[in-house]
């Protein structure tokens, strides 16, 4: 049963990744990745908040939001991917804005999820 609620999870979260990703690239003329660093932002922050509640939160809910649909949503290959792309660019500042931003943004945002359950 795990199984399939951490499929299901994962059949929402990964479109909603492609769709967020296509959406918020598209407003912005740069070679930043704004797309990916939004999904993986956001999922850190759900991903806190699911912590956060803790052992109050049953097992199988995390399997589907936790592990499914945050797993889907969030990607750490896309993200190493378009790095290693804007530094082949020689996009150096972008690929080192891109790690910066994207590991203080994704901690702070886990740990404002974190907050914000309890």
Same mark, same amino acid.
């Given at each position: 049963?795990?199984?399939? $609620?951490?499929?299901? *999870?994962?059949?929402? *979260? %990964? #479109?909603?990744?492609? @769709? ?12 930043? #990745?704004?797309? =990916?660093? =939004? ?12 912590? *956060? @509640?803790?052992? +109050? &939160? #049953? +097992?199988?809910?995390?399997?589907? @939001? ?6 889907? &949503? =969030? =990607? ?14 020689? %996009?150096? &500042? ?5 790690? @910066?931003?994207? &590991? ?11 907050? $914000?359950?309890?």
């Amino acid at each position: 049963m795990t199984l399939v $609620l951490v499929f299901a *999870g994962a059949i929402v *979260g %990964a #479109p909603l990744r492609y @769709l967020v990703d296509r959406a918020v690239q598209v407003r912005h003329d740069s070679v930043f #990745p704004w797309g =990916t660093m =939004t999904v993986n932002v956001f999922g850190c922050m759900v991903l806190g908040f699911l912590a *956060g @509640l803790g052992t +109050s &939160l #049953p +097992s199988a809910l995390a399997a589907l @939001l936790g592990t499914g649909f945050c797993g889907a &949503l =969030t =990607t750490y290959s896309t993200f190493s991917y378009e790095t290693l792309r804007l530094v082949e660019q020689k %996009a150096y &500042l972008y690929a080192v804005m891109n790690v @910066l931003i994207s &590991l203080i943004a994704g901690l702070g945002a886990v740990f404002l999820g974190y907050a $914000l359950a309890g």
